[in-house]
């Protein structure tokens, strides 16, 4: 690729070397991952297009992976964070099961041991958000143990709890 071509993309702009420190990139199931990191490659000075050799192709997929991971690991940790100051009488374990979550596994995502799926994520980040909101889909759903009812102070089972148990 030289400097100066046409891309070859939208075919009106311009090849030119470009810093992606800054840009914004959608990688797998994530959307706006900040690029963090210093990396001049060839680039579209109209659409934006990046063409990148076998080097700087693994360059640019490890910095997304990175960013990708440590958003997983980010939504963890502010999970967490959020449940011991908000909820400091409900044991981890509690919130597992609720979730559906194998013992420790909040212990081994805030670590980086293992990492979020998308759905989990996006349930752990929209707790964040509101924890009133992710607690009453839980406890629609069913899955909301006595246990944890009885930490976070309700009374017993929801209605829609009743109608779904068989008498």
Not at 42 to 66: H, I, M, Y
Not at 130 to 159: C, E, F, K, N, W
Request: aromatic share 8%.
């Amino acid at each position: 690729m030289t400097a100066g071509k046409t891309c070859y993309s939208c075919g009106r702009g311009t090849i030119q070397p470009r810093n992606l420190r800054g840009r914004t990139f959608s990688y797998r199931d994530e959307v706006g991952l900040v690029f963090d990191t210093d990396l001049t490659v060839p680039a579209c000075d109209t659409c934006g297009e990046v063409f990148l050799n076998g080097a700087q192709g693994k360059e640019f997929s490890s910095v997304l992976e990175r960013l990708r991971l440590d958003r997983k690991r980010s939504a963890a940790v502010r999970f967490v964070q959020t449940v011991e100051r908000q909820f400091p009488n409900v044991p981890r374990a509690a919130w597992e099961d609720a979730f559906g979550l194998s013992r420790g596994y909040l212990s081994r995502l805030t670590s980086g041991a293992r990492f979020a799926d998308t759905a989990l994520e996006i349930l752990l980040e929209a707790f964040v958000q509101d924890p009133r909101i992710v607690i009453q889909l839980v406890q629609a759903t069913g899955h909301m143990s006595q246990q944890l009812l009885d930490h976070l102070g309700h009374a017993g089972p929801t209605d829609r709890q009743r109608r779904l148990t068989p008498a």
